[in-house]
Nanobody, 118 residues
Framework: QVELVESGGGLVQPGGSLRLSCAAS????????MGWYRQAPGKERELVAR???????YYADSVKGRFTISRDNAKNMVYLQMNSLKPEDTAVYYC????????????WGQGTQVTVSS
């Protein structure tokens, strides 16, 4: 069992920045694919950014150039730096851990609310 705990959400004005953090338990973090997802009211959950064990990253088009995902394997942490925030970034942000080989894991955090509003 892997537990994920997100933090860093809050209320920010348009154009502002936030840094989300996700702490993972267990010993498989360094080999896991880590992702940040978000879900806005009335919408489906969507992938925002992802980083693999080698540090390769993927970003949704809507956040490219504004968000940066990073990881610290020594601390079992993954981060999402969000700059130039827009009202449409308002959502609950979730951290996800996946492994693609044995042992198989697919774990989600409880989510952290990000609200972008003036």
């Amino acid at each position: 069992q892997v537990e994920l705990v997100e933090s860093g959400g809050g209320l920010v004005q348009p154009g502002g920045s936030l840094r989300l953090s996700c702490a993972a338990s267990g010993t498989i973090f360094s080999i896991a694919l880590m992702g940040w997802y978000r879900q806005a009211p009335g919408k489906e959950r969507e992938l925002v950014a992802r980083i693999n064990s080698g540090g390769s990253t993927y970003y949704a088009d809507s956040v490219k150039g504004r968000f940066t995902i990073s990881r610290d394997n020594a601390k079992n942490m993954v981060y999402l730096q969000m700059n130039s925030l827009k009202p449409e970034d308002t959502a609950v942000y979730y951290c996800r851990l996946e492994t693609t080989s044995y042992p198989l894991y697919d774990s989600w955090g409880q989510g952290t609310q990000v609200t972008v509003s003036s």
